[in-house]
C-alpha cells in the first residue's frame, strides 16, 4: 500500500492543485467554469454541418466570421467541432465548453505524466512536477478559464501535440502521426512541429514502420483540402484571411509590419502600465517571458547543455524550429488580441518538453521548481485580473 501511494499520491496531489487554482479564479470572478460560451462558432459549425451547409448561413456580428461571396464560414480550422457535433446532439447549441477546455488540457497534464513516468522513468514526484509546471505555468490557465472558440482551439492543438510528442516517444509512429495531423487542423502552424517528431523516430532502435502514419496524416491533409476547397475554393484557406479586420488593411493577416511592434510587445513588454496616474493590467499582451517561462528556459538548457558537454544536435535543431515558429506567429497582426500574456506561445511549449526529450533525464532542479511556481501563480492572478 506505501508503495501505491508513493506512486499515486504525487500525481493526484498535482491535479488537486489545477481544481485550486480553477476554484478559486471562478470563486473570484463569480464565473460558472463549464459553461457554454458566447464566443461558440464550432457549436455552430456543427449545428450547420448536421444540415448538411459548410456556412452559417446568416452573420453572428460577435464572432470572428470569415466574409465569403456573400455568405458567413467560421475563420478557424475544423477538427475542434469534430468534438462539438456528438455534444450537440446531447445540448444543443448549450454546448459545455468552458468543460471541454478543462478536459483537453487536465488531458495534456496525463499526457505528459506518463511520458515523464514511464519512457523517461522519473520517480512521480517529478513526474507530476514536470508535468505540472509545463502545462499550468503558462498561459494554459488563462485560456482555459472559457471556452470561447480561440481557446478551444489552442488548448486542443496542446493536448493534440503532446499526444503526438508521448506517442512517438513510445515508438507509436501511426498515432503520433494522427494526432499530429489533427493538432494541425485546429493551429496550423502546429506543421512546423513536424520535424521534431521525425527527429524522435530516427533517434530510436528497432523502428516500426513509418509510412501508415504518414498515409494517415495525408489522408486527414486531404480531408482539410477538400473542405477549404467546398468553402473557399482553395485548398490552404481556412478562412481567417477573409476576417473583415485583415481584408480591410493593405497588409493583410501577415506581414512583416507587424514584427517589430510584436517583438516590442511580446518579447519586452511589461505586463502593467500607467494610465491616468494608476497601475493598468495591459489587456492586449506583454513578454512571453514572464507569462511562459518555458520558452526561455529552453534557451538556458540549450547553453547548459553546451557547457556541460552534454550537447546534442537535435537540441539545437528543436530550438531553431521553435525559433522559426516564433517568428511566423510575430508576423501576425494582432497576435492574440485581448489576452493574459501571449497565448499564441503557448504553441512553443511542446519543443520545450522535446529539448528535455533529447536531454539527459533529470528531475526538476530547485530554481526550475521556484520560477515555475510563481509563474502558476502568476498567470492564476493574471487570468483574474484579466477577467474581473
Not at 486542443?156 to 503526438?164: G, P, R, T
Not at 547543455?305 to 552534454?310: E, F, G, I, Y
Not at 550537447?311 to 510575430?330: A, E, I, S
Request: charged residues 15%; proline residues 6%; aromatic residues 16%.
Amino acid at each position: 500500500m506505501k508503495g501505491l501511494a508513493r506512486r499515486v499520491l504525487p500525481p493526484i496531489l498535482a491535479f488537486c492543485v489545477l481544481v485550486c487554482v480553477y476554484a478559486a479564479v471562478h470563486l473570484a470572478l463569480g464565473t460558472q467554469p463549464f459553461a457554454h460560451s458566447n464566443y461558440d462558432s464550432y457549436t455552430l459549425q456543427a449545428l450547420a454541418w448536421r444540415e448538411g451547409r459548410v456556412s452559417l448561413g446568416q452573420d453572428y456580428p460577435h464572432l470572428e466570421l470569415a466574409v465569403y461571396e456573400g455568405d458567413w464560414y467560421v475563420s478557424f480550422p475544423p477538427v475542434p467541432t469534430l468534438v462539438q457535433l456528438p455534444l450537440t446532439f446531447l445540448f444543443g447549441r448549450e454546448t459545455p465548453d468552458g468543460l471541454l477546455v478543462k478536459l483537453y488540457v487536465s488531458a495534456a497534464f496525463f499526457v505528459l505524466y506518463d511520458y515523464f513516468r514511464r519512457t523517461r522513468r522519473l520517480r512521480p514526484w517529478a513526474a507530476s512536477l514536470w508535468a505540472l509546471f509545463l502545462v499550468f505555468a503558462s498561459d494554459m490557465v488563462s485560456v482555459s478559464l472559457d471556452g470561447g472558440v480561440w481557446y478551444q482551439a489552442q488548448t486542443l492543438n496542446f493536448l493534440l501535440l503532446v499526444s503526438a510528442f508521448a506517442a512517438m516517444a513510445r515508438k507509436r509512429p501511426t498515432l503520433a502521426c494522427l494526432f499530429y495531423a489533427l493538432a494541425v487542423g485546429c493551429r496550423p502552424f502546429t506543421v512546423l512541429f513536424g520535424p521534431v517528431l521525425l527527429m524522435m523516430y530516427l533517434k530510436q532502435k528497432k523502428r516500426p514502420r513509418l509510412w501508415p502514419g504518414l498515409a494517415a496524416g495525408l489522408c486527414v491533409a486531404a480531408c482539410y483540402a477538400a473542405y477549404n476547397y467546398a468553402r473557399f475554393g482553395n485548398v490552404f484557406e481556412f478562412g481567417h484571411n477573409y476576417l473583415p479586420e485583415f481584408t480591410r488593411v493593405e497588409t493583410g493577416q501577415f506581414s512583416l509590419a507587424y514584427v517589430a511592434g510584436n517583438v516590442k510587445t511580446f518579447l519586452f513588454g511589461l505586463p502593467f502600465s500607467v494610465q491616468n496616474g494608476a497601475w493598468t493590467l495591459n489587456r492586449f499582451g506583454f513578454s512571453m517571458f514572464l507569462c511562459n517561462p518555458a520558452t526561455w528556459m529552453a534557451a538556458v538548457w540549450l547553453v547548459e547543455a553546451a557547457v556541460r558537454r552534454r550537447f546534442r544536435p537535435q537540441m539545437l535543431l528543436v530550438w531553431l524550429l521553435m525559433l522559426l515558429h516564433l517568428f511566423c506567429l510575430l508576423l501576425h497582426k494582432s497576435f492574440g488580441g485581448f489576452q493574459f500574456g501571449a497565448r499564441y506561445t503557448l504553441e512553443l511549449i511542446p519543443y520545450a518538453v522535446a529539448m528535455l526529450h533529447f536531454s539527459p533525464r533529470r528531475a526538476p532542479r530547485a530554481w526550475e521548481v521556484a520560477v515555475f511556481a510563481l509563474a502558476l501563480i502568476f498567470n492564476a492572478v493574471g487570468a483574474y485580473l484579466l477577467n474581473c
